[in-house]
């Protein structure tokens, strides 16, 4: 089946202590992102990735790291996470070749609290 | 720079009524324009998308959205609402040039759905 998936799906952290969210893709999609999604805020892009060793900057990506060492893999990692970085964070992927507009696939969430 | 208004953040309709949600957009390109679901509890997944082809796009589950470039709009609509319409909708627009790369979402609308 084709999917994204994230772990964990939920936790709970405290302040500082750091944390890696996994995305995992299996659908061979060149292009992959993270949104952190807020009440009334709508979706807001954090770092997204073309290729392999390829990420950009989204809209929000103060106080978050990612890496694109493999196509099917995008972890998100926060360094000291703060409480300002509660939030539900989405993985999404997406092909890049063949005709356009290519829609993005999301991952199921990953509900984080930290305290 | 791109951006999306949705007009709205809650709607609500009884059952069988029609469904608008309203979404406006900015791009200094042609734009690739979407229209993302959220059912409670999962991620988003795909209604529609503007491809150009035609201005009038259809959707999963009975869904249409019209593209206006006079007006930048790219409504979502449905002729009769269903109890299992009532999700969160999302319009986003990635820009043409590079396609997936930036993905600007708006802050989304609720759709309740009155028995």
């Known amino acids: 089946e084709a999917q994204v998936t994230q772990n964990p799906r939920y936790l709970i952290t405290v302040t500082g202590k750091k944390l890696t969210v996994t995305c995992s893709q299996n659908?061979?999609?060149?292009?992959m992102s993270w949104y952190r999604q807020d009440p009334g805020l709508g979706l807001r892009q954090i770092y997204y990735?073309?290729?392999?060793?390829?990420?950009d900057k989204g809209d929000v990506p103060e106080g978050y790291k990612v890496s694109r060492k493999e196509k099917r893999n995008f972890p998100l990692i926060l360094e000291s996470p703060s409480p300002n970085q509660t939030s539900l964070y989405f993985c999404?992927?997406?092909?890049?070749?063949?005709?356009?507009?290519?829609?993005?696939?999301f991952g199921p969430g990953t509900r984080l609290t930290v305290l | 720079a791109q951006s999306v208004t949705q007009l709205g953040s809650h709607v609500s309709v009884s059952e069988g009524a029609l469904v608008l949600l309203r979404c406006n957009y900015s791009?200094?390109?042609?734009?690739?324009l979407f229209w993302y679901v959220q059912y409670p509890n999962q991620g988003l997944q795909l209604l529609l998308k503007y491809t150009s082809a035609a201005t009038l796009v259809k959707g999963i589950n009975g869904f249409e959205a019209e593209f206006k470039k006079s007006e930048t709009s790219f409504h979502l609509t449905k002729p009769s609402a269903h109890m299992s319409d009532a999700a969160e909708y999302f319009c986003a627009v990635s820009d043409m040039n590079t396609n997936a790369g930036k993905s600007t979402f708006g802050d989304g609308t609720t759709l309740t759905v009155k028995p």
């Open positions: 990735s073309m290729n392999v060793e390829v990420t």
């Open positions: 791009s200094s390109v042609p734009p690739y």
């Open positions: 659908m061979n999609h060149e292009y």
């Open positions: 999404a992927s997406s092909q890049i070749a063949g005709e356009p507009p290519n829609e993005q696939f």
